[in-house]
């Protein structure tokens, strides 16, 4: 697997609105996109700091995985996201290694990355994401 940087931290949020105020009227920070995944359940909002983002995750449905992590843990750090250089070959090298994958073939993120996740019971507690940007 070759890791080039940390793409996003993606932090779950109950409203995309409120949240977007604080980055923006707090830290200073420019929304620069926000986004619906649909097959995800979920709306994002995008801040870009240095190379990194913070992607800002809100449910559009009690049962989407975002909205069942907030009835669960509530607000807060939901994953980090690892850009790499070939998805399909990094998530079989880390299922050959041992690691639980939550996909196993990669799917549509985002930002129009290709994403794929890996289990935290693989990655002690931290839900991990790899993705690749294919128009680069």
Not at 97 to 115: F, M, Q
Request: proline share 3%; with cysteine; charged share 30%.
């Amino acid at each position: 697997m070759e890791v080039t940087h940390i793409e996003h931290i993606g932090i779950a949020v109950e409203n995309l609105e409120q949240s977007i105020a604080f980055y923006e009227n707090v830290m200073g920070l420019k929304c620069y996109g926000i986004e619906e995944v649909q097959d995800q359940k979920v709306r994002t909002a995008f801040f870009k700091v240095g190379d990194t983002k913070i992607e800002l995750l809100e449910s559009t449905s009690p049962d989407g995985p975002i909205g069942k992590f907030v009835e669960k843990k509530g607000q807060g750090m939901h994953h980090i996201a690892f850009a790499v250089k070939n998805i399909e070959d990094s998530l079989k090298n880390a299922e050959e290694k041992g690691v639980k994958l939550i996909d196993t073939t990669p799917r549509n993120g985002a930002e129009g990355l290709s994403i794929g996740f890996l289990h935290p019971k693989s990655t002690n507690g931290v839900l991990t994401e790899l993705c690749e940007d294919k128009n680069k």
